[in-house]
Every structure is written in structure tokens, then in C-alpha cells.
């Protein structure tokens, strides 16, 4: 195109958001834009080449051309338009810029704003060049550097253009910072920091933490760097942000919540929870704090729950926003706490309490990764003798023999029919502790058969106490056998109780928050700091940590801190931080894959018979049979990619971005386990499909399967109880006779009081919402996310593999012979699901630990 002044000129199309269309409480800032405009204060684009240098040298290093400024046109004209907007900007362009490879932005308004995409249109000898930026651009005033944002051309290091190397590497340099002060919302700095802004020593001795990290006594993932101030009491602990600025908590802010609704109601609703529940939940009357009965349950979801009046109802009522009233209010005014019907209860409300489903949900359930093949009878310990004692299992032959379809012991654990669900040597260590509050928990054990027919049976279940004596004499063990009628099935169903609570609080602490979010922040970190966005693995892990940033300081805030939510509702209470610390220290990057996941809890086994070399050892195990089709549907792809861009071995070793990378990944992110010797070598191209495609297993498809059915499952609290108050009663007590006389009453009596788990359901309703930005695992949210042909190929195969998958799990949900699949309660296994509608709906796979 030739401009009026007979120079060449390149249509640009820039997408953007303006600040008052994202933040409704800044809605003015176009306005103040505007005003910016009408004295020259624009918004900027310069054009700089992948192909042509500057003219001179520059400290000696070669840059590409940099062409004139252009401005963006018609600020003005779109002041409070409510969706995204396209706006022209014409480019200056001669033969000594060539391939555009970046573009530099300078923002001199007053405000920030998001800039989606740029697109140049038919640039000579090259068409269209596409830039994605995603990015929040801050007036000029704010960087020390301008904005570059580059071409969507992937490039390894030794393989990018000369003269875009210099700005390639400044921009790793400005993500890096220089790891001092405290960072501000403008600063894009990508750092690592230990866990030691939990506790709040300043407000009280009891509120004091443990710091996370950093000691072989509680080593732990790094997170995001704040910079935030010390506490007076303890220069090891960061100072924390009033709760009323719990949304200002520092993450980068390109990893921020992009949809303000959710995060407003995530940030809002969580901080007004917790207020009242720090304030009321200790000064409730008990009598009142009850479920009277299953059908007061049920209420919940049927009718909603009228609590009292007085200043607890109050309380609720001024503090929390409106958009969680919606979720927990009667639209009639007369109740609160009226949820959907969580699925367990949706088709049978009695169900969830048969062995059948509570032996199913270990394999199809919130947490089907912890049950493992029994290999020894009867089990034993792991602790140390010195430390507990014995703290071996007392399950004797006889409590199960009976039960084996005719097998003895030796034969059942030889044919592969045993297993166990064992939160005993992870939880003994902390029980005394525990107890010594209002909590009265067990470590619990419980043996499972085969069956014939491919369902679990459950055996026995053994509750464990430390010594009243001390520690070193070993574990008190009872052991209970299944009953369904009278006092004896009262108490089999307390035992089950027990065993939930266990497998909640292992679940929210390890399988979800320790195994998926904790982790993944290191690889967002490194990936930032050491990745150029302009390299292949940036662009293939980049949608994989979209949110998991500030979705993981939203929790440092408000739910994982002390007296915050989690410490709460779910049994450790103020010590399930630390125990969280404890297990990381069984934590195997490698082991994360599935297959070899599967291998080592003994429910798979190798066999070249078998699709992709693994068998089953139960064939109906939907999370591991679904599980595995992602798994493998990833690998391909990742392998597809990879392979592409990575033509040897020698390719990967001579990366200098990706071996710093792996380096303080491993010795930074993870540094607490820097010295173990089972990390990849990063030697191999096979080390790299593999890593990649663990870390995408990871934020994506594991994530979805212990996070996406909480509702459905757990949003039931009788299913899933958080905590236990009370211990088993004991013959001749009045608490035996209470439950002779009112069974229901001393289960609801023994598991999580009401308020509690109104506050826990609600977070659950919350947690297991899609919203309707989600970005599904397969899907990219634009189609031009990379230029090169043949990866945009392979990632289309890899979409229409997961469509196939879909379509093999709606099948093998129809499949009345896996009994498994849907159970005696009716749910069909649909945890991984590839793709889901908005909202509650138990299904999808979402990219990234992105809630």
C-alpha cells in the first residue's frame, strides 16, 4: 500500500482490551486515556527485523532494524465499547526492515492495557505476519525498557536470527528481575520465594508457620517471589496482606485471571467466608451447630438451612458479596445455604452408603490414586521402629479368609485380589497431635478384594491410635469387620467414616494442592525465566500454566494459610501445611507419569500383549483406562512436536535456554531435591517427551480428575466428611448406647458440623465450576499459536485423537458390564472427559491448574 506521502505502508490490526472493560472498578481510566490522546499521548508501534541490522553496531551487538513509529488510531472513538477491540495502526515499511520478526510498543496513556494480538497484513515477499502478545502493556513510565513483543515463528536459540538475538535475551533478562524489593503490579518478574507466608507470628504466637522449604525438616516446591517486608517476630516470615487486599497479592500480571468475574468471586467470595469463620466458628453454640438428621441434610440442596438469628447470620449477611449469596441463598429469602444436588444423592439418596460405592470410589471417585495392590500380609510399616515403634498392621487370617471366595490368603495376594487403601504411616506421625485438639481422627488401613465380576469388596478396616504412653510403644489397633444390621453395621459404617475422612484431607493436601498445584509453579517459574517465547517448548507448555500462579496465591491468602479456610475444614488443621511437607519428601518428578504411577502402586504391570505395553490388574479401573488414552494421546503429540523442532540428541544437549532451564528447575524450583539422582538428564530427546509430557499430564488431565468432582462426590459431606470429632464409641459407654438408639444422629454428630460443611461445600461448588473462558486440553486459544505447518498438524491430530477418546468413554459409560463406570449411585466416570460446557458439570479436561 502506498501512503499519501509515496512511502510503502503495512496494514496492522492490534486487538486489545482497555482497563475499564476488565476492571470495573477503574472506569474511568478510558476516559483519562482519552484526555492522554488529545495531547499526543498515543499508543506506539515500531517494527523491528528478523532479516536486516541497524546501520551501526550498537555495544558491539548486531540489532535488527527498528522502523519508524506508528500510532494506534481511533482511541477515542471506542471509549466504552464492551468488547474487544480491533484498531488500525499503518506501518511504515522499505526493504531495509524485510521480515518484521517483533514489534516494540510504547504505552503513554495513563493506563494499562491488554494487548491480544497484532496482525500485519501482506507484508512484501511475506504476507501475513501474526504476533501474539497476551500481555498487559503499562505506560512507558512503568518499564525501563519498551515492550517487544515477537512473531508467532518458533526458534530455537542457536537457530534465531542474528539480529533478534540481543532482544530475545533482554527480555529473559527484564522476566529474571534482580531478585530484590518488593515487586508491583507493573513488574513482570518471575522469582523464587520459599512458603514463609503462612503463618502471621505478628498477630499472634499461635498463628506462627513453619517456613516450607529450604530445610531438609520441611522441604517443599518454591513459589512466586512477592518481595513483601518480613514480620516484626520473625525476619524468616514474610509479612501478609490484610485480607481486604487479598486480589492485590503480587503474581506477575499476565498470570492474573484474564476473566475478572471469576476471580472477583473467587477473591471476594473466600475472603468474606473466611472472616466469619475466624470470628464465629469457635464461639458457636454446639447444640445448635448440628445436622439432626439426613433429612436436615438434605435440606441443603432441597429446601436450604435456616440458621439462627442473631449475630452469626448477621455476620454472614453483611460480609459476603452477592455473587456467592446467589450460590448459597434461597431465592425465596427463607434459607441459606440451598446448593445443587450433588450427583452421589442425585439418583439414590442412600446409595453412597453401601461397601459397593465406597469401595468404587477409591478406583472412580476424587481420589482414585491411592489405592495400591496389597503385596505382603498383613501390611507393615514404613516408620521408624526407634521413632513409633511397631506400628505393623494387626489384621489377623481370620478377619478376612471368610470373605475370599473360597481362596486362602497366600493364594488371593498371588493372583493379584488384594488391596489397600494405607493412610496410616503418612498420618501416625501427626494423630497425637491432632487429637490433642477438637479433632479425633485415626491412621486407617483397609483390605479390599477383587471380585469376579471386576468390583472391590472391602475386608476389613483397621483405626490406629498412638500409645497413650508414648510414641515408641507403638500403634493401638482395632480392627472392624463389615456388618449391615444393628450396632454392628452402625459401627462398620463409622470405620468407613473414619477411612473418607482420611482419604478427604490426603486428598485436598496431597493428591490436589501438593501434587498438581504446588508443584506445577516451579515449571511456570523456570519456563518464564529461562524460556524464550520465542522457543518451541515455551510455546507447547505455555497454555499448561495459564492462572496457576494467582490461583496458588490466592490460596497462600486465604485458604492454606493460618486459620484460613483449609486449616478450617479439613481434619490437620493447623498442621496440614506441614504434613504436606512431610509427603512431599516421597515425591518423584519421573514417577508422575501414569503409566509409571500405575506401575508402582502395583495396579498395573508390564506386558507386551497389551495396548501401549501395560495391563491392568483391575480391567475396570475407569481413572487409570481413561487416564491412560490421555496419557498416551499426550505423549504422541508431545513426541510429534518435539521431534520436529528436535532432530537428535545432540540438538537437545547443545540447547543453552533448555539445559538452563532443566538446571533451575531442578536446582531452584524443586532445590530441595536438587540432589536426587531420578531426574531426566535432559540428554536425550526422550528425556525431553518425557518431562514435557509428565509437566502436561500434570496441569491438565491428573488435575481435572481429583479436582472437577469434588461437588459431585464430596459436595455430599456425609460422603466425604472433612473432619471426625468424636472416637469410635466402646461397648458399655452411653455413646455405645446412643448409637444403638440413634444411629444417624452419632454419624452426623462424629463427622464435619454443619456450618463447616457449609462453608466447605460452597468452596467445593466453586472449585468444580468451569467458567466460560476455560481453554480445554486440545484446544489453544488462537488457532495461529505457532506458524510452523507441521506442528499446527500434529496438534490437529492430537484433537481429533481426544475426540475419539470422548467418544470411547460416552461408550464404556453405556457398558452395564463395567460396573464400575457409574456404580450403585448411578455417576458414569466422565473426570476426563476431554472438553465440558460451562459451569457445574463434572467433565473436561481444562489446559491448566487453572483453579
Known amino acids: 500500500m502506498m501512503a499519501k506521502d509515496g512511502k510503502n505502508t503495512v496494514k496492522g490490526r492490534v486487538v486489545l482490551k482497555k482497563k475499564n472493560l476488565i476492571d470495573v472498578n477503574d472506569v474511568g481510566a478510558s476516559v483519562l486515556d482519552g484526555f492522554y490522546e488529545l495531547f499526543g499521548q498515543n499508543i506506539s508501534f515500531q517494527l523491528i527485523s528478523a532479516t536486516h541490522p541497524e546501520d551501526e553496531r550498537k555495544s558491539g551487538t548486531l540489532r535488527g532494524k527498528v522502523g519508524n513509529p506508528a500510532i494506534l488510531e481511533d482511541w477515542n472513538s471506542s471509549t466504552f465499547t464492551i468488547d474487544e477491540l480491533t484498531h488500525e495502526v499503518n506501518f511504515e515499511w522499505n526493504e531495509e526492515i524485510g521480515l518484521p520478526g517483533a514489534v516494540s510498543v510504547k504505552n503513554n496513556h495513563?493506563?494499562?492495557?491488554?494487548?491480544?494480538?497484532?496482525?500485519?497484513?501482506?507484508?512484501?515477499?511475506?504476507?501475513?505476519?501474526?504476533?501474539?502478545?497476551?500481555?498487559?502493556?503499562?505506560?512507558?513510565?512503568?518499564?525501563?525498557?519498551?515492550?517487544?513483543?515477537?512473531?508467532?515463528?518458533?526458534?530455537?536459540?542457536?537457530?534465531?536470527?542474528?539480529?533478534?538475538?540481543?532482544?530475545?535475551?533482554?527480555?529473559?533478562?527484564?522476566?529474571?528481575?534482580?531478585?530484590?524489593?518488593?515487586?508491583?503490579?507493573?513488574?513482570?518478574?518471575?522469582?523464587?520465594?520459599?512458603?514463609?507466608?503462612?503463618?502471621?507470628?505478628?498477630?499472634?504466637?499461635?498463628?506462627?508457620?513453619?517456613?516450607?522449604?529450604?530445610?531438609?525438616?520441611?522441604?517443599?516446591?518454591?513459589?512466586?517471589?512477592?518481595?513483601?517486608?518480613?514480620?516484626?517476630?520473625?525476619?524468616?516470615?514474610?509479612?501478609?496482606?490484610?485480607?481486604?487486599?487479598?486480589?492485590?497479592?503480587?503474581?506477575?500480571?499476565?498470570?492474573?485471571?484474564?476473566?475478572?468475574?471469576?476471580?472477583?468471586?473467587?477473591?471476594?467470595?473466600?475472603?468474606?467466608?473466611?472472616?466469619?469463620?475466624?470470628?464465629?466458628?469457635?464461639?458457636?453454640?454446639?447444640?445448635?451447630?448440628?445436622?439432626?438428621?439426613?433429612?436436615?441434610?438434605?435440606?441443603?440442596?432441597?429446601?436450604?438451612?435456616?440458621?439462627?438469628?442473631?449475630p452469626l447470620l448477621e455476620k454472614i449477611q453483611k460480609h459476603l458479596p452477592f455473587e456467592l449469596l446467589r450460590v448459597i441463598s434461597q431465592t425465596d429469602g427463607e434459607g441459606i445455604a440451598k446448593f445443587p444436588m450433588p450427583q452421589i444423592i442425585d439418583e439414590d439418596k442412600s446409595a453412597w452408603r453401601t461397601d459397593e460405592e465406597f469401595a468404587r470410589e477409591m478406583l472412580a471417585g476424587v481420589n482414585p490414586v491411592s489405592i495400591r495392590l496389597l503385596e505382603e500380609f498383613p501390611p507393615t510399616s514404613k516408620l521408624d521402629f526407634n521413632v513409633y515403634g511397631n506400628q505393623n498392621s494387626s489384621i489377623k487370617p481370620s478377619h478376612i479368609e471368610k470373605n475370599l471366595d473360597g481362596l486362602t490368603i497366600d493364594e488371593a495376594i498371588k493372583a493379584n485380589k488384594l488391596f489397600i487403601l494405607d493412610h496410616h504411616d503418612s498420618l501416625m506421625p501427626y494423630v497425637r497431635l491432632i487429637n490433642a485438639t477438637s479433632?479425633?481422627?485415626?491412621?486407617?488401613?483397609?483390605?479390599?478384594?477383587?471380585?469376579?465380576?471386576?468390583?472391590?469388596?472391602?475386608?476389613?478396616?483397621?483405626?490406629?491410635?498412638?500409645?497413650?504412653?508414648?510414641?515408641?510403644?507403638?500403634?493401638?489397633?482395632?480392627?472392624?469387620?463389615?456388618?449391615?444390621?444393628?450396632?454392628?453395621?452402625?459401627?462398620?459404617?463409622?470405620?468407613?467414616?473414619?477411612?473418607?475422612?482420611?482419604?478427604?484431607?490426603?486428598?485436598?493436601?496431597?493428591?490436589?494442592?501438593?501434587?498438581?498445584?504446588?508443584?506445577?509453579?516451579?515449571?511456570?517459574?523456570?519456563?518464564?525465566?529461562?524460556?524464550?517465547?520465542?522457543?518451541?517448548?515455551?510455546?507447547?507448555?505455555?497454555?499448561?500454566?495459564?492462572?496457576?500462579?494467582?490461583?496458588?496465591?490466592?490460596?497462600?491468602?486465604?485458604?492454606?494459610?493460618?486459620?484460613?479456610?483449609?486449616?478450617?475444614?479439613?481434619?490437620?488443621?493447623?498442621?496440614?501445611?506441614?504434613?504436606?511437607?512431610?509427603?512431599?519428601?516421597?515425591?518423584?518428578?519421573?514417577?508422575?507419569?501414569?503409566?509409571?504411577?500405575?506401575?508402582?502402586?502395583?495396579?498395573?504391570?508390564?506386558?507386551?500383549?497389551?495396548?501401549?505395553?501395560?495391563?491392568?490388574?483391575?480391567?475396570?479401573?475407569?481413572?487409570?483406562?481413561?487416564?491412560?488414552?490421555?496419557?498416551?494421546?499426550?505423549?504422541?503429540?508431545?513426541?510429534?512436536?518435539?521431534?520436529?523442532?528436535?532432530?537428535?540428541?545432540?540438538?537437545?544437549?547443545?540447547?543453552?535456554?533448555?539445559?538452563?532451564?532443566?538446571?533451575?528447575?531442578?536446582?531452584?524450583?524443586?532445590?530441595?531435591?536438587?540432589?536426587?539422582?531420578?531426574?531426566?538428564?535432559?540428554?536425550?530427546?526422550?528425556?525431553?517427551?518425557?518431562?514435557?509430557?509428565?509437566?502436561?499430564?500434570?496441569?491438565?488431565?491428573?488435575?481435572?480428575?481429583?479436582?472437577?468432582?469434588?461437588?459431585?462426590?464430596?459436595?455430599?459431606?456425609?460422603?466425604?466428611?472433612?473432619?471426625?470429632?468424636?472416637?469410635?464409641?466402646e461397648p458399655n459407654t452411653p455413646e455405645y448406647d446412643e448409637l444403638k438408639e440413634n444411629p444417624d444422629g452419632v454419624y452426623l454428630k462424629t463427622i464435619t458440623a454443619q456450618l463447616q460443611a457449609l462453608i466447605g461445600v460452597s468452596l467445593i461448588e466453586i472449585l468444580s465450576r468451569h467458567p466460560s473462558e476455560e481453554v480445554y486440553l486440545g484446544q489453544r486459544d488462537d488457532p495461529k499459536w505457532v506458524m510452523d505447518s507441521e506442528a499446527l498438524y500434529a496438534f490437529e491430530k492430537f484433537g481429533k485423537k481426544l475426540r475419539d477418546i470422548e467418544e470411547g468413554i460416552v461408550s464404556r459409560n453405556n457398558d452395564e458390564t463395567m460396573k464400575n463406570r457409574a456404580g450403585a449411585v448411578k455417576v458414569p466416570y466422565t473426570l476426563l472427559y476431554p472438553t465440558s460446557k460451562e459451569g457445574l458439570t463434572g467433565m473436561g479436561i481444562p489446559n491448566s491448574v487453572s483453579i
Open 110 to 310: 495513563h493506563s494499562e492495557f491488554f494487548l491480544k494480538t497484532i496482525t500485519l497484513e501482506n507484508v512484501p515477499g511475506h504476507g501475513e505476519v501474526h504476533f501474539i502478545c497476551n500481555s498487559w502493556v503499562y505506560p512507558s513510565k512503568r518499564y525501563q525498557k519498551d515492550r517487544v513483543f515477537f512473531s508467532n515463528k518458533a526458534y530455537l536459540p542457536g537457530e534465531t536470527p542474528e539480529v533478534l538475538v540481543p532482544f530475545r535475551e533482554e527480555e529473559l533478562i527484564v522476566l529474571r528481575g534482580n531478585g530484590s524489593g518488593e515487586l508491583q503490579e507493573w513488574d513482570r518478574v518471575y522469582d523464587y520465594a520459599f512458603y514463609n507466608d503462612l503463618g502471621d507470628p505478628d498477630n499472634d504466637i499461635d498463628d506462627a508457620r513453619p517456613v516450607l522449604g529450604g530445610s531438609s525438616a520441611y522441604p517443599y516446591p518454591r513459589r512466586g517471589r512477592t518481595g513483601r517486608p518480613s514480620t516484626t517476630s520473625d525476619p524468616e516470615t514474610e509479612s501478609r496482606l490484610p485480607l481486604l487486599k487479598s486480589l492485590d497479592i503480587y503474581v506477575p500480571r499476565d498470570e492474573r485471571f484474564v476473566q475478572l468475574k471469576l476471580s472477583d468471586f473467587l477473591g471476594n467470595g473466600f475472603k468474606s467466608i473466611l472472616q466469619f469463620i475466624v470470628n464465629e466458628l469457635q464461639a458457636l453454640d454446639t447444640t445448635y451447630d448440628e445436622f439432626d438428621s439426613f433429612e436436615d441434610v438434605l435440606n441443603t440442596y432441597e429446601g436450604g438451612i435456616k440458621l439462627p438469628e442473631g
Open 439 to 729: 479433632t479425633k481422627i485415626y491412621a486407617t488401613r483397609t483390605l479390599l478384594f477383587l471380585q469376579k465380576d471386576g468390583t472391590l469388596k472391602p475386608l476389613v478396616i483397621e483405626l490406629s491410635l498412638p500409645h497413650p504412653q508414648g510414641d515408641q510403644l507403638g500403634a493401638i489397633n482395632t480392627v472392624y469387620t463389615p456388618a449391615e444390621h444393628g450396632v454392628e453395621g452402625s459401627i462398620w459404617q463409622l470405620a468407613k467414616a473414619y477411612v473418607a475422612v482420611n482419604d478427604s484431607g490426603v486428598h485436598q493436601l496431597i493428591s490436589h494442592w501438593l501434587n498438581t498445584h504446588c508443584v506445577i509453579e516451579p515449571f511456570v517459574i523456570a519456563t518464564n525465566r529461562q524460556l524464550s517465547v520465542l522457543h518451541p517448548i515455551h510455546k507447547l507448555l505455555q497454555p499448561h500454566f495459564r492462572d496457576t500462579m494467582n490461583i496458588n496465591a490466592f490460596a497462600r491468602q486465604i485458604l492454606i494459610n493460618c486459620g484460613g479456610i483449609l486449616e478450617q475444614t479439613v481434619f490437620p488443621g493447623r498442621y496440614a501445611m506441614e504434613m504436606s511437607s512431610a509427603l512431599y519428601k516421597d515425591w518423584v518428578f519421573p514417577d508422575q507419569a501414569l503409566p509409571v504411577e500405575l506401575v508402582k502402586r502395583g495396579m498395573a504391570v508390564q506386558d507386551s500383549d497389551s495396548p501401549h505395553g501395560l495391563r491392568l490388574l483391575i480391567e475396570d479401573y475407569p481413572y487409570a483406562v481413561d487416564g491412560l488414552e490421555i496419557w498416551f494421546a499426550i505423549k504422541t503429540w508431545v513426541e510429534d512436536y518435539c521431534s520436529f523442532y528436535y532432530k537428535s540428541d545432540e540438538m537437545v544437549q547443545k540447547d543453552t535456554e533448555l539445559q538452563l532451564w532443566w538446571k533451575e528447575l531442578r536446582e531452584k524450583g524443586h532445590g530441595d531435591k536438587k540432589d536426587e539422582t531420578w531426574w531426566p538428564k535432559m540428554h536425550t530427546l526422550q528425556d525431553l517427551t518425557e518431562t514435557c509430557s509428565t509437566i502436561i499430564w500434570v496441569a491438565s488431565a491428573l488435575h481435572a480428575a481429583v479436582n472437577f468432582g469434588q461437588y459431585a462426590y464430596a459436595g455430599y459431606l456425609p460422603n466425604r466428611p472433612t473432619l471426625s470429632r468424636r472416637f469410635m464409641p
